[in-house]
């Protein structure tokens, strides 16, 4: 089969680990005998260097053209005053493809436990996942800075838009272990206590789940004191963001997590949900790990190709398991040393 793939690698570890993800599609290509024609699009702070645009007109067109996009990280202090910066184009990027939603899965194998700075009986069988709502909210908000001393932002949700989110959440549950935690600020926000409303009337229609619903402030420590209590955890923008950064720790490190981001029709995206790393950037030390397993979602999700995203994710952890570890894990394994080990096990 032939498929098409947008790649954005973008700054700082972006290139890096985008360059050990697309090795790798192109070895499962060969092995199984597809044809996986990926093209390169400037974006984030490379757009901006390329075009002057974080988001030129070719890569959204790209995007929108892709049976699937792959993206590795964007931003850092080099473009951060810029008029339009490569945060500002990945919300548009994300807004114009109308990815909705955006799946974090967080789990921990046996074989990794050991890994997280939490106490290995507490992590062992974590294995849930965060379906964050991602157009919507703060982020989409009206922002102004009135003078220099005053701002605002706006968190403004339409029920429709909690709707869809919930109900893909609610589906997601049901292939799952079918228990569904609700993440809000109900206790203060408007836009929560209709969050809060939304799902317990859609709850009437997937009577075989459990709803639990939690306050913000309580989830993020329920993650770390009990991960193991979570199966789907549901959330608006911005707590999505905040609690998947904190809830990847448990996994040992943030370069350790994928994501995947649907819309109602039209090609997924896949990224880390990491950012640049502008402290580590260009050194050969960034745990691709997160993009390799973006690499393993899309080829799941957006090719049904299932042995071959098992194979991938496979040859991976056992590179893991046999010790190659990055900086990040505690190890001296650099980023193509990590590929290699990779390679070297989709080669057996
Ligand atoms: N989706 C994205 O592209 C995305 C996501 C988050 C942040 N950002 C941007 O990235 C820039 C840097 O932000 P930040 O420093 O707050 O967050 P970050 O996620 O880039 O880094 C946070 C910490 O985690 C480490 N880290 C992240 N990924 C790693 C990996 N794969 N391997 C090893 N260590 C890893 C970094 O070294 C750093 O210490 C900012 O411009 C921010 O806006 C982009
Ligand atoms: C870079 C930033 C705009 C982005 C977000 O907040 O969504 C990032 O933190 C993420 O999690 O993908
Ligand atoms: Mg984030």
Known sequence: MNYTIAALPGDGIGPEIMESGLSLLETIGKKFKHDFNVTV????????????????????????????ILLAAIGGPKWEKAEKTPEDGLLQLRKTLGLFSNIRPIAVSDSIAHLSPLKTERVKGTDFVVVRELTGGLYFGQPKMWNDEEATDTLYYKKSEIEQIVRQAFDIAMTRKKKL????????????????????????????????????????????????????????????????????????????????????????????????????????????????????MMLRQSFHLYEEADALEKAANDAMDAGFLTADLGGDTKTTEFTAAVQANLAE
């Not at 981001?261 to 039209?266: D, L, Q, R, T």
């Open 41 to 68: 699009y400037p974006f984030g702070g490379a757009g901006i260097d390329e075009t002057g645009d974080p988001i030129p007109p070719q890569t959204i067109k790209g995007c929108q053209e892709a049976d699937a």
């Open 181 to 296: 935690t609700s993440v809000d600020k109900a206790n203060v926000l408007a836009s929560s206590k209709l969050w809060r409303k939304t799902v317990n009337e859609i709850a009437t229609e997937y009577p075989e789940v459990t709803v639990e619903h939690l306050y913000v402030d309580a989830a993020s420590m329920k993650i770390i004191q009990h991960p193991t209590a979570f199966d789907v955890i549901v959330t608006e923008n911005m707590f999505g963001d905040i609690l998947s950064d904190e809830a990847s720790v448990i996994t040992g490190s943030l370069g350790m997590l994928p994501s995947g981001s649907h819309s109602k029709k039209g090609p997924s995206l896949y990224e880390p949900i990491h950012g640049s790393a502008p402290d580590i950037a260009g050194q050969n030390i960034a745990n691709p790990m997160s993009m390799i397993l973006s690499v393993v």
